[in-house]
């Protein structure tokens, strides 16, 4: 029905910069909340940044002032801008959905993508 593709993850020095894009697509009428997520193998999936359709971001503290997120409304579409990349980025990156669709809310996930930081 909806399906996530999310792009950009690669491997990147230390300080260097990456840039995630996530593109919903199908049938959408209105998008209530896209964002990224992140998850370390062992540790608990955690929040990076979320875009609110009313125009409120919400950032982890740990990556507040080197991350931004922006959404493409027409296209559906949710951007990362990671900069001043440091190993502890290090982490499958997922996008997140929530949206309004013909049959009511759903939420989805994207497969993930890889950001590896290292020198």
């Known amino acids: 029905q909806v399906q996530l593709v999310e792009s950009g993850g690669g491997l990147v020095q230390p300080g260097g910069s990456l840039r995630l894009s996530c593109a919903a697509s199908?049938?959408?009428?209105?998008?209530?909340?896209m964002g990224w997520y992140r998850q370390v193998p062992g540790k608990q999936r955690e929040v990076v940044a979320v875009?609110?359709?009313?125009?409120?971001?919400v950032y982890a503290e740990s990556v507040k002032g080197r991350f931004t997120i922006s959404r493409d409304n027409a296209e559906n579409t949710v951007f990362l801008q990671m900069n001043s990349l440091k190993p502890e980025d290090t982490a499958l990156y997922y996008c997140?959905?929530?949206?309004?669709?013909?049959?009511?809310?759903?939420?989805?996930w994207g497969q993930g993508t890889q950001v590896t930081v290292s020198s």
């Open positions: 199908g049938r959408i009428f209105s998008v209530n909340v």
């Open positions: 997140n959905a929530n949206l309004n669709e013909a049959g009511g809310v759903r939420e989805y």
């Open positions: 875009i609110i359709s009313g125009g409120r971001l």
